[in-house]
């Protein structure tokens, strides 16, 4: 299924090009993650707990679970990630992220700060859409 990233340069450009302002599908099977976090099978923070273990973690439980669904990384079409630190986030999260993107065909997104997770350990929590054929 082709996916077309917009960046259209009538408009501001991505921060940090971290994702694409639009991206046109002409899937008809959609997936959506619910909140995802970076713990592993067993329910445990994997690594230090830091924000870039944690995030590893969380990237790979995404492509666990869109592969469980018979997707791959290049289907998904939004990303929203909720962050208790944004500016650690984007010095570490955002590296762990984008090694499961290409350059130029990033997923739409929101970064969000907040106070604090449901799970009070995780430092991040990210939801995932997905459009395949």
């Known amino acids: ?73 290049e289907h998904v079409v939004r990303m929203t990630i909720h962050t208790t630190d944004i500016q650690r986030y984007i010095k570490e999260g955002d590296p762990e992220r984008n090694r499961h993107f290409t350059a130029g065909k990033l997923p739409t997104g929101t970064l969000v700060e907040i106070t604090r997770l449901a799970d009070p350990q995780a430092l991040i929590e990210v939801t995932v859409d997905a459009i395949m054929d």
């Open 1 to 73: 299924m082709p996916l077309t990233h917009l960046n259209p340069p009538t408009v501001y450009p991505p921060a940090r090009n971290a994702y694409s302002v639009a991206v046109i599908s002409s899937g008809s099977r959609h997936v959506h993650l619910s909140g995802v976090v970076g713990r592993d099978k067993d329910g445990k923070h994997e690594g230090d707990g830091g924000m870039a273990a944690q995030m590893r973690t969380c990237m790979n439980n995404v492509v666990k679970i869109l592969e469980a669904a018979g997707a791959k990384p």
